[in-house]
């Protein structure tokens, strides 16, 4: 709903366990028979404040002995071609800069981690290929 002051939470939490694994939450949208299946969005909120900035929207995996994992990726192709994974900063308005994207492996005081750029393997035709390209001027 709406408010003037500050509109509600909503929270999600599945129950600690001392003993065994806790429970998972899982966001799934039904099947379609259709030629395009329903999304699921993760919007941040937005604000209408001159100056005011945007909600955020946070994905971290949980902290452990071992840190979790978060994997994100384009659906599977039955028949045909695969989904894409696009990450992309946001656009700028007039002459003020757009957003950055930033990719960093993690830090350790033994190894750090590795970041790789990999393109796809093709075992019937052309792998993919890898580009990076700096912006354009003027």
Known sequence: GSSTGASGDISVHTGDSSSSQSG????????SATEVSSSLELLGGANTMTGGRGGEVKVSAGHGDLGGLV???????KSSVGGDVAIAAGTGAGSFMGGSVSVSAGMSEGSGGRLELVAGDSSASSGGSAHIVGGSSG
């Open 24 to 31: 998972d939450i899982v966001l799934s949208v039904g099947s």
């Open 71 to 77: 994997s994100i990726s384009g659906g599977a192709g």
